[in-house]
């Protein structure tokens, strides 16, 4: 069983929007912050945003702060990110992420292009 998936990537013009999911399993979800990582080709892993495990605060990074939302869903043990006003800069692949348990999903691309 993987422990993290995403899913809802894709292709989308400039200034569209996208939902990314991601479903986690075999380990109590509700006790770990998780966060989204993002990889753009040729660069190197950027974080970009965390979402701590109760009290459900947020931190955002600066490029993608008041355009994405995070948010969780400890009954369903899923993790969301919604990306508005989506640039070509975001293009890359995105992975939802437990830093404490090292756990990483498989990644879903998003490509934003015209």
């Known amino acids: 069983e993987v422990p993290l998936v995403e899913s809802g990537g894709g292709l989308v013009q400039p200034g569209g929007s996208l939902r990314l999911s991601c479903a986690a399993s075999?380990?109590?979800?509700?006790?770990?912050?998780m966060s989204w990582v993002r990889q753009a080709p040729g660069k190197g892993l950027e974080w970009v945003s965390g979402?701590?495990?109760?009290?459900?605060?947020?931190t955002y990074a600066d490029s993608v702060r008041s355009r994405f939302t995070i948010s969780r869903d400890n009954a369903r043990n899923t993790l969301d990110l919604r990306l508005n006003s989506l640039k070509p800069e975001d293009t890359a692949v995105y992975y939802c992420?437990?830093?404490?348990?090292?756990?990483w999903g498989q990644g879903t691309q998003v490509t934003v292009s015209s």
């Open positions: 075999g380990f109590t979800f509700s006790n770990y912050a």
């Open positions: 979402i701590h495990s109760f009290s459900g605060s947020t």
């Open positions: 992420s437990s830093r404490l348990l090292g756990l």
